[in-house]
């Protein structure tokens, strides 16, 4: 599945794995930065905050903001530190009545 | 337990330039960066970016990639992907790495953490969409992505350069949305000498302009009350220049207003701190070699007050030569021989910093936000309650977590301490230095109890150290 995205890879041809996210089937580069990779998808929004339930996204890519938290396997981590591994299982913090965030 | 002469936390400029200053002194260094590969985050990925990347990115990067094949010492270890938790008296540092806790101690430490995009709270930038500069900068470097119709916000030589690199690649942003007034500029003016010895730097900074300006990007300057909606994600920027209200559709914001001193680690072991009224950050105390107070602890780079990339790694190496007479290594009249040339080009590169300073201050609105303005993202704690919070007799940002919340989230205060101190002081009339900061404990990034449970000695599965 490929959403129209607000970003444009410079290099598209690239070994590509499948993951899931939010339950739905990408296609994201082998090995990058997960964060990046799920923007290039056309994921903007990772998670919800506990707090209001807003949408949120990477902002920093640097791993010091916490906003592109997402699940990986159970275990909630900073996307942009994360790389992309086939068959990674990822989920949305805050959507599955999640409150660890 | 790893053990070394000098641990350095960051693999940015200042940490691969002081690693390799003292491994050629002798030291045995174990460098610790969170990161897959060298480079910080002004260098990230600069190892093994294609071509067409490098391109794009110009030589101001690629002339990183000298630091990061330096590291390749047989005195230096260094360890990438390692998230560093705690600092303690010895000096020695926990850390997780692989999925499982580790720690490591030296004779000397120096932090060499690098900084954070100054916080730039303004309506709707939580909003997924709305990034930092630094974030665009990041996405090239490391994932060569390019953000389509974007429009840059804020102020600050780091804005010209994204553009001039989107520009490049074939994406120029949709506009320039510059907080910096003709006041600032006329302010600015009165450092010129010193802006005039750093010539290279305003040189490079007019030469991006001309880029912008070929490519026909829109600059609107003075920008005030700049405002971002959308439903879910960003969707306008709006903002009032020139005496009119502009509104801009667009996919992603980048906001920029100057980058300040990350100093969590720091902190966490009690480094002192003051304001820098200029700067409007707070930077630790240090001596001309970067000694903190604790004299094992050592700071160099943007860490230590922003100089840059060259100034911070003419800092690590001054700090790795002072090191390494602390530990014998070397005569003081050795140490001074090196430093000197360093010094002079320190200089050099600091001098037209107070320009750059007066030219791009930071925004205004952003540094004491309207009351419905989020300050704290992670909460959703916003300027008004902080406001509320100080009139109720709160007293310092310590004591406003017992009210709200702020700084307790994940981020753990990165992100909005220095509102938070800002919006205190402002409301009380007192000083930033009066007021104060967060309170900075371990751990210093999350960790697991299966990471703490899987305790390794890394000395044990892999290559000793030189020692």
């Known amino acids: 599945m490929k959403t129209a995205s607000p970003f444009r890879e410079l290099e598209t041809d690239v070994p590509r794995v499948r993951v899931r996210f939010a339950g739905k089937d990408l296609m994201l580069r082998d090995g990058g930065n997960l964060a990046a990779e799920l923007l290039a998808a056309g994921v903007l929004s990772f998670r919800q905050t506990p707090v209001s339930g807003a949408e949120r996204g990477p902002f920093c890519m640097m791993g010091a903001c916490f906003d592109c938290l997402v699940e990986i396997d159970g275990v909630t981590r900073q996307a942009c530190m994360s790389e992309v591994t086939a068959g990674m299982d990822i989920g949305m913090p805050g959507t599955e009545g999640d409150v660890d965030a | ?467």
């Not at chain 2, 309207?370 to 109720?392: F, M, Q, S």
Request: hydrophobic content about 40%; charged content about 20%; some cysteine.
């Open chain 2, 1 to 467: 337990m790893l053990e070394a002469d000098l641990l350095v936390l960051g693999a940015g400029p200042a940490g691969m330039a002081a690693a390799r200053t003292a491994a050629d002194a002798g030291l045995s260094v174990l460098l610790l960066d969170e990161q897959a590969r060298p480079g910080g985050q002004i260098y990230r990925d600069v190892g093994n970016v294609p071509e067409d990347r490098a391109q794009i990115l110009g030589s101001d990067y690629t002339k990183g990639r000298v630091l990061a094949e330096a590291l390749d010492h047989p005195m230096i270890r260094h360890l990438t992907g390692t998230t560093i938790w705690q600092i303690e008296a010895g000096p020695r540092v926990s850390f997780t790495r692989d999925g499982a806790a580790s720690s490591a101690k030296a004779k000397r430490l120096l932090i060499a953490t690098g900084a954070l995009e100054r916080p730039m709270p303004v309506p709707g930038w939580t909003l997924p969409g709305v990034m930092t500069a630094g974030a665009a900068q990041i996405l090239l470097k490391q994932s060569g992505l390019m953000c389509e119709r974007a429009v840059l916000a804020g102020s600050g030589p780091l804005l010209y350069l994204i553009a001039a690199q989107m520009c490049r690649a074939g994406t120029p942003p949709l506009a320039l949305v510059e907080t910096q007034t003709f006041a600032d500029r006329q302010a600015a003016l009165r450092h010129l000498t010193g802006a005039l010895r750093g010539w290279r730097l305003v040189a490079k900074g007019l030469g991006l302009l001309a880029e912008i300006r070929k490519a026909g990007v829109p600059r609107y300057t003075g920008a005030s009350a700049i405002a971002i909606e959308g439903k879910v994600q960003a969707e306008t920027i709006s903002f009032t220049s020139g005496g009119k209200r502009h509104n801009l559709e667009c996919a992603t914001v980048l906001l920029h207003h100057g980058v300040v001193p990350n100093t969590q680690a720091a902190r966490s072991i009690d480094v002192p701190h003051h304001w820098n009224e200029v700067q409007q950050c707070f930077v630790p105390e240090k001596d001309g070699w970067g000694r903190t107070q604790l004299p094992d602890v050592f700071i160099a780079g943007d860490g230590a007050g922003i100089g840059g990339a060259t100034a911070a790694q003419l800092q690590g190496r001054l700090a790795a030569l002072e090191i390494a007479c602390d530990l014998g290594k070397t005569t003081p009249a050795d140490r001074d021989r090196n430093a000197a040339p360093l010094k002079r080009q320190m200089e050099t590169e600091l001098a037209a910093r107070p320009f750059i300073d007066k030219a791009y201050p930071a925004f205004r609105e952003a540094l004491l936000p309207a009351d419905d303005t989020i300050v704290c993202r992670c909460e959703e704690v916003t300027a008004g309650d902080i406001r509320r919070y100080a009139g109720l007799g709160c007293l310092g940002p310590n004591q406003t977590k017992a009210f709200g919340r702020p700084g307790m989230g994940p981020c753990q205060g990165r992100y909005c301490g220095l509102t938070v101190t800002n919006l205190l002081a402002d409301e009380s009339r007192r000083s930033q230095d009066d007021t104060g900061y967060y309170r900075i404990r371990p751990p210093l990034k999350p960790v697991t109890l299966g990471e703490l449970a899987a305790m390794t000695d890394l000395e044990t599965d892999e290559q000793e150290p030189v020692t």
